[in-house]
């Protein structure tokens, strides 16, 4: 039998192995275009903030689209406007028997017509506003770069790696 003393000991545990980042992704454009800037931090082993701007396409193409589908949105709801007075027009003039069972489904078909004309307006707005977004490659998480392959000037397309990029906060 032995008394039990407290004390510190050191324990000396020699190992090997692979250390490798708990996240790990490839940073892709959703949109393409002309690289217009890139972040200092955008070089092979800069570190990034979760958010930031580590890339910029040129937006002018996209700048376009998001006003053309404005006014295609205005268009579609003037358009809306009118068939859903001409309809209610028409349904008052056919509960007096002036209006035609005809005229007043040619009615109602053109209220649903430029009803779905004004969905399809608002969805292409917001993919040209999407779209405008995604001219920023954004860092998705705080983390480093493992390696990058584009510059200012260059030509990205969408769907095309630009860089490696890794999280900082855990490893395994």
Do not use: C, M, W
Not at 51 to 70: K, M, S
Request: no cysteine; net charge neutral.
């Amino acid at each position: 039998v032995a008394p039990i003393e407290v004390g510190r000991h050191q324990l000396v545990v020699r190992t090997q192995g692979t250390v490798s980042a708990r996240t790990e992704s490839d940073l892709v454009p959703q949109v393409s275009g002309k690289v217009v800037q890139v972040s200092p931090q955008f070089v092979s082993g800069g570190f990034f903030a979760a958010g930031e701007v580590l890339v910029e396409i040129e937006a002018i193409d996209y700048e376009v689209a998001l006003e053309r589908a404005r006014a295609a949105l205005a268009r579609a709801e003037s358009e809306y406007a009118r068939a859903s007075k001409d309809l209610e027009r028409l349904r008052g003039l056919a509960k007096t028997g002036v209006a035609s069972a005809s005229q007043l489904d040619d009615a109602e078909r053109g209220e649903r017509v430029t009803a779905a004309g004004l969905r399809e307006a608002r969805a292409v707005l917001v993919a040209a506003e999407n779209d405008l977004e995604r001219t920023k490659l954004r860092a998705p998480f705080a983390g480093r770069v493992r390696r990058e392959s584009v510059d200012v000037g260059q030509f990205v397309n969408r769907g095309a790696p630009v860089a490696n990029l890794y999280a900082i906060d855990r490893a395994e």
